[in-house]
């Protein structure tokens, strides 16, 4: 293993090393759920009785934002996470029920050391 000057490990040099990709998610499957890339169009109504103004106060507590006053600001706030690349957001889908039961977003990617961190999430409903 290299040393660096140091004396400190460093780890083997990674031949033909790439800069990595954005995340590019359109739908992953898994065997309980199933993860879609945020889609305002197709996830709205289902996420809307979570975010919205009749949601648990309880589940705001330890999250960045509050439940969104009205439908129309949260469709602004849902739109507006659709169109970001970082972070990305995705609707988690209940496979049995089909139903949006949470979302989340990968954040702070970066390319060039090809990290992503998992970041805002809420499970809403369980499935």
């Known amino acids: 293993m290299p040393i660096n000057h140091l004396g400190q490990p460093i ?7 790439t800069v990595g990709e954005l995340p590019n998610i359109q739908t992953l499957e898994g065997q309980y759920c199933r993860l879609e ?3 305002v169009s ?8 979570f ?7 309880s589940q ?4 960045s934002i509050d439940a969104q006053p009205n439908e129309q600001a949260a469709r ?24 949006v039961v949470g979302t989340f977003s990968l954040m702070r990617i970066d390319t060039k050391n090809r990290t992503i961190e998992m970041g ?8």
């Open 120 to 127: 805002l999430g809420d499970l809403f409903r369980k499935p």
């Open 42 to 49: 197709r996830h709205f109504s289902d996420i809307y009785d």
């Open 60 to 63: 705001w507590t330890y999250l």
């Open 51 to 57: 975010f919205g103004p009749n949601s648990p106060e």
């Open 11 to 17: 780890g083997e040099l990674i031949a033909d090393f």
């Open 76 to 99: 602004q706030l849902l739109q507006q996470w659709e169109s970001l690349s970082d972070p990305y957001y995705l609707a988690i889908i209940d496979k049995a029920s089909k139903k």
């Open 37 to 39: 890339r945020l889609c």
